[in-house]
């Protein structure tokens, strides 16, 4: 079971990058980037950890992977951390929300739209805050070297 989520995570994270114009000589990596993501994802979900505390560290490796990737290959961050976070996104709940809301079943689209909006916000969360450790980083890299 968890093989085929890797699989299809690889293969949905590797498509949207061709999607996004990346080099093709990177698509490996996007996809890698993207399974890697949903491989923590999917490990915290299994061992009971909320969805939302599970994308925020699935995104946060996923910021750090593009930056790492971006560093390595010499190409911009953007690549990797879009491709990268596509397997996260919530579409298929808010999706749902959506069908819901045209059912007038309200009770049942608001939660799945409360919590579609809290995982986008956990991604956003994950990839700020990995930024924010990687600039912290580096400008004490800076002055020690000052």
Same mark, same amino acid.
């Given at each position: ?16 990058? !061709?999607? &996004? ?7 490996? $990596?996007?996809?890698? !980037?993207?399974?890697?993501?949903? &491989? ?5 979900? !299994? ?13 946060? /490796? !996923?910021?750090?992977?593009? $930056? /790492?990737?971006?560093?390595?290959? +010499?190409?911009?961050?953007?690549? &990797?951390?879009v491709s990268g976070i596509i397997p996260l996104v919530p579409g298929g709940l808010a999706y749902d929300a959506m069908r819901n809301f045209v059912v007038n079943d309200y009770n049942m689209a608001i939660q799945l739209a409360a919590k579609a &909006? ?6 956003? =969360? ?5 930024? =924010?450790?990687? $600039?912290?980083?580096?400008?004490? +890299?800076?002055? +020690? =070297? $000052?």
């Amino acid at each position: 079971m968890i093989i085929e989520q890797l699989v299809t995570s690889f293969i949905a994270a590797a498509a949207f990058s !061709v999607i &996004f114009n990346a080099p093709k000589n990177r698509l490996i $990596q996007c996809g890698l !980037v993207g399974m890697l993501g949903w &491989f923590v994802y999917t490990i915290c979900t !299994v061992n009971g950890i909320d969805a939302v505390v599970a994308t925020v560290a699935a995104s946060i /490796l !996923v910021a750090v992977l593009s $930056q /790492l990737c971006a560093k390595f290959y +010499k190409t911009p961050i953007i690549i &990797f951390t879009v491709s990268g976070i596509i397997p996260l996104v919530p579409g298929g709940l808010a999706y749902d929300a959506m069908r819901n809301f045209v059912v007038n079943d309200y009770n049942m689209a608001i939660q799945l739209a409360a919590k579609a &909006f809290l995982i986008s916000g956990a991604i956003a =969360i994950g990839l700020v805050f990995s930024e =924010i450790i990687n $600039q912290m980083i580096r400008k004490a +890299k800076w002055k +020690k =070297i $000052q």
